[in-house]
């Protein structure tokens, strides 16, 4: 058991594929993990319980791994490598002479399933992929975009994923209607199979200015939450299909990972420099953003990046005190006061805050009342655009110079560096290509932070909730 703490002890938490080698230094099994260090931990506990996990356990002398960006190229390197080493372990693969399909019915209300053979010239077909559990977490994760049914025929019940938005219109509902409610239905099921048919054939660019346009024409009705939808629809569609490392890269270098972090970061470095001209390599960025519902449970998160990637060590969570009201912009300067009053807390190469022009101004008008010198950028979610407010970074510097006489030094994880913005007018919105590295690190960054508010504005009010 020694033998293995100390294995699992050099394991990093990180997403990647893990590979167990014995003796011989033959790979036994491939597995993926969103935390590769937890992962490989529990099929060891598991010992005494499995007896497959047991022989893991005594056969197992090393553990190698391979760093990827997300869990779904995990998905695409794992597969890759179970194909080419055959883990006797892996019994995945034992039954590969026909690749799989995904097959989508054409009929009233199409269905959507998997088959070995293209045995139908009227359905579409689409694949080959390489075994039943790839095809499987397409399916799922397409599911949890564009809801389908998967009942073989139309029974007198709803099936059971109606219940939990997974098959939302069910067909089985849908023929008890009648009128413009059966057609209304239809229309959005049948418009759900032709949504997932894009992304199937690869039209995601085609798809997501579909949606943008239907989202656009719901606000302009007012109906946000049908527009939030779309929002998320689109949010979900881009990281299915965002652009995917090749396999090959990661096989090739195991630490291909590191190189393309840093490229993000070069790349926001180039991209920022345009505008805030003798900034440095982002070592350390900091992201805050407020989640409330009506003012109430407003919260603020404020996570920090080091070297692109998130450190959980340096996260901060923050209870609204000055406000009962929605005012996002009065919560970020409270929140934003109370952070950089910390003066042994070492200032980030750039703050970032998860809004457009409100939020990127409050921010602003803290650093000129504290006398700080930080670039500040927002990354606002409607057309993932940054938002620089240049002309008060400006003021604020040219304040404290003023009363330092003498150049002007930000706190950063190294040395101290000069930083200085360009005053060209009062707000610069950037717009980068969907594939832009840098964009790629903002957006992570600033997901991150979303998902870290709301997860303590939830847990706030489930708490409010339970005491009332």
């Given amino acids: 058991m020694e033998k293995i ?42 010992a005494d319980d499995n007896s497959k996990e047991t022989r893991l356990y005594n056969e197992t002398v090393k553990v190698e791994f391979i760093l990827v960006e997300s869990e779904f190229e995990a998905l695409l390197v794992e597969a890759s490598l179970i194909r080419s080493l055959k883990p006797k372990y892996n019994v995945v693969w034992r039954d590969d002479k026909h690749f799989l399909y995904i097959k989508i019915s054409r009929e009233d209300f199409p269905k959507i399933m998997t088959v070995r053979r293209e045995d139908d010239q009227k359905s579409s077909y689409f694949g080959p992929f390489p075994s039943a559990t790839t095809t499987r977490e397409v399916l799922y994760l397409l599911r ?34 009648t009128g413009d409610e059966y057609d209304k239905n239809k229309k959005k099921y049948r418009e759900n199979i032709s949504k997932i048919k894009l992304i199937l054939s690869g039209k995601t660019h085609q798809l997501i200015s579909l949606l943008e346009k239907e989202m656009k024409g719901k606000s302009k009705l007012e109906n946000f939450e049908d527009a939030a939808e779309y929002r998320d629809k689109i949010m979900k569609i881009q990281y299915l299909t965002k ?71 340096l996260y901060k969570r923050y209870k609204i005190r000055t406000l009962n009201s929605p005012n996002d912009y009065m919560m970020m300067k409270e929140v934003l006061t109370r952070r950089l009053k910390h003066k042994e807390w070492l200032l980030p190469d750039i703050l970032m805050v998860d809004g457009g022009k409100p939020q990127v101004n409050a921010a602003n008008e803290v650093i000129k009342e504290l006398g700080l010198n930080v ?35 930000s706190q950063t994880m190294g040395s101290p560096r000069r930083f200085a913005p ?38 706030l009010r489930m708490r409010s909730l339970l005491s009332n």
């Fill in 422 to 459: 360009r005053d060209d007018r009062e707000f610069s919105s950037i717009i980068l290509p969907r594939n832009s590295l840098a964009l790629k690190l903002l957006q992570r960054v600033r997901d991150e932070s979303h998902r870290f508010a709301h997860k303590y504005h939830e847990l």
């Fill in 375 to 409: 670039p500040i950028i927002g990354l606002a979610k409607r057309i993932e655009e940054i938002i620089i407010q240049k002309n008060l970074n400006v003021i604020a510097i040219r304040q404290l110079a003023e009363k330092q006489s003498q150049p002007l030094y």
């Fill in 5 to 46: 703490s100390e294995i699992i002890q050099d394991l990093p938490g990180k997403t990647g594929v893990y590979l167990l080698k014995n003796v011989n230094l033959e790979t036994i099994y491939v597995g993926k993990a969103i935390n590769i260090k937890e992962r490989v931990k529990s099929h060891f506990s598991q």
């Fill in 144 to 177: 949890h975009i564009f809801p389908f049914c998967t009942q073989n025929k139309i029974s007198k019940r709803a099936c059971f994923y109606t219940h939990i938005g997974l098959c939302d219109p069910c067909p089985s509902n849908i023929v008890k209607l």
């Fill in 243 to 313: 652009t995917h490392q090749p396999v090959r890269r990661y096989l090739e270098s195991p630490n291909f990972f590191d190189t393309l972090v840093r490229n993000e970061l070069e790349d926001l470095q180039i991209e920022l420099n345009k505008y805030f001209s003798g900034i440095k390599l982002p070592e350390k960025i900091e992201c805050y953003d407020i989640s409330n519902t009506g003012g109430k449970n407003a919260v603020a998160s404020q996570v920090t990046f080091i070297n692109g990637e998130p450190e959980k060590s």
